[in-house]
């Protein structure tokens, strides 16, 4: 949860939108709209960048179990979405996990409480 937060800030303050986003154990997934002066891998350097610093520095056990080594991989992927229409992307971020927030999911993230469906009585 506290992933998706900084990712938020960081978007924000780039004036970037975040249409979709998955946070998950190895990887997180964002689709975004970024304004034509932000780059691509500016936007990246400082997601990964702030977000690490500020996780390292609020969580003790992470900065044991990543000290000397990087949170993050050094790599990432982008592309845009001008070979597929918006609606395919989501979608396809959208069945990565089921969280509460619909925008921009955190995998394992507890499901709000739904009733359960009801049964056809015979």
Known sequence: ???RELIRQICRD??????????????V???????PQVTISR???RVKGKS???LL?????????????HLWARGYFC???GNVTDD???????????EEDADFRVEGEEETAKPAPSKPSS
């Open 14 to 27: 780039q004036d970037v939108e975040i249409l979709k986003g998955h946070v998950s154990r190895e990887h």
């Open 52 to 54: 690490s610093h500020s």
């Open 29 to 35: 997934h964002l689709f975004v709209s970024i304004p």
């Open 57 to 69: 520095a609020e969580f003790s056990h992470l900065r044991k179990a990543f000290w000397g080594r």
């Open 79 to 81: 592309c845009s979405s």
């Open 43 to 45: 936007l990246v350097q």
């Open 1 to 3: 949860m506290r992933v």
């Open 88 to 98: 395919v992307i989501k979608e396809y971020i959208e069945t990565q996990g089921h």
